[in-house]
Every structure is written in structure tokens, then in C-alpha cells.
Nanobody, 127 residues
């Protein structure tokens, strides 16, 4: 069974740092572009960051650019989201998604129609 399992979410103070992980199981994701999305209570899911299947490029939303870093360890089938300088507006459920051989810039345009989704992990940032 193919699964994306997020972890690492927790309650934090503003200004802190947190690293989320997304473990892919059930198959190799070496040829998949991986992305993080988030959904705050009462709001639509929004794109956060994406990383290409060949590690050649990354893509970020303007709201997190310069604060968040996406990376992946293909040997561990894991993608990470390092979040620094956290703000209360970063509070959301964070999801990872995967799609086969698309560029990172395509990920936010797929309108949620991704090949694989995780179940999400909650990040809460208090001021």
C-alpha cells in the first residue's frame, strides 16, 4: 500500500523553528516531485513548497520564501520542510503530496488533484 506519512507537527512559539517529515512507503518516489501544502481552519488548502524529482529545483510560495526550506533524502524516501521564523499565520495542517515527473511549479496548479496525499500533521504557532 502506497502511503505518505507526515510527522513533526507540534505547538510552537512565534519565532521558533520546526522540521516536518514526510515518509513515502510502498514504492520508490525517486521520479516523483514532492510538495507541501497547508490548510488553516476555515481556509482553503494552499501551496507551500515543492521539490523536483531529480533535486534540480525547488519552488516556494511567497508567504514562506526565505523562511522555509524543502529538501528530500531519496535514499530514505523522505521529504522535509524546515520552517524557521515561524509566525502565527503559519498555523495549519500541513500535508505532503506527490506527482510523477512534473516540475515543481506545476504542483500548485493541480488544484488538489495529486496522485498521492498524506494525512497531514498539525502545526500551531502562538504569539
Amino acid at each position: 500500500q502506497v502511503q505518505l506519512v507526515e510527522s513533526g507537527g507540534m505547538a510552537m512559539q512565534a519565532g521558533g523553528s520546526l522540521r516536518l517529515s514526510c515518509l513515502a512507503t510502498g514504492r520508490s518516489f525517486e521520479s516523483y516531485t514532492m510538495a507541501w501544502f497547508r490548510q488553516a481552519a476555515g481556509k482553503e488548502r494552499e501551496f507551500v513548497a515543492a521539490i523536483s524529482w531529480n533535486l534540480g529545483s525547488t519552488y516556494y510560495s511567497d508567504s514562506v520564501k526565505g523562511r522555509f526550506t524543502i529538501s528530500r533524502d531519496s535514499a530514505k524516501n523522505t521529504v522535509y520542510l524546515q520552517m524557521n521564523s515561524l509566525k502565527p499565520e503559519d498555523t495549519a495542517v500541513y500535508y505532503c503530496a506527490a506527482d510523477y515527473l512534473v516540475t515543481p511549479q506545476i504542483m500548485p496548479t493541480l488544484k488538489g488533484k495529486h496522485e498521492y496525499w498524506g494525512q497531514g500533521t498539525q502545526v500551531t504557532v502562538s504569539s
